[in-house]
């Protein structure tokens, strides 16, 4: 029993395009802020994209126009497409579902490798 499955992840060459998907189960999903994070090898843990249960988003500056967070409650599924993709995108992007200081889940991690 897993909260949240994120999918869509793997090798992309630059400048190609990658959606990503947390399907969660188990909670109150419309009730829950959803988030992208990704962590490189030997780097922290960065935000990537936010959008709350009143649907405001909120990107990292690194991937604004090119990347969008979307959600959709009906599905209980949250969304990351990723455009213009570049090497320095390649990490693990994780899911992660947040209800204030009540509850907060994060997904296994999903591959991204932006290569040629």
């Known amino acids: 029993q897993v909260p949240l499955v994120e999918s869509g992840g793997g090798l992309v060459q630059p400048g190609g395009s990658l959606r990503l998907s947390c399907a969660a189960s188990?909670?109150?999903?419309?009730?829950?802020?959803m988030g992208w994070y990704r962590q490189a090898p030997g780097k922290q843990r960065e935000l990537v994209a936010t959008?709350?249960?009143?649907?405001?988003?909120n990107y990292a500056g690194s991937v604004k126009g090119r990347f969008t967070i979307s959600r959709d409650n009906a599905k209980n599924t949250v969304y990351l497409q990723m455009n213009s993709l570049a090497p320095e995108d390649t990490a693990v992007y994780y899911c992660?579902?947040?209800?204030?200081?009540?509850?907060?889940?994060w997904g296994q991690g999903t591959q991204v490798t932006v290569s040629s």
């Open positions: 188990g909670i109150s999903f419309s009730l829950y802020d």
């Open positions: 992660n579902a947040n209800w204030g200081q009540l509850s907060n889940y």
């Open positions: 959008i709350t249960r009143g649907y405001n988003t």
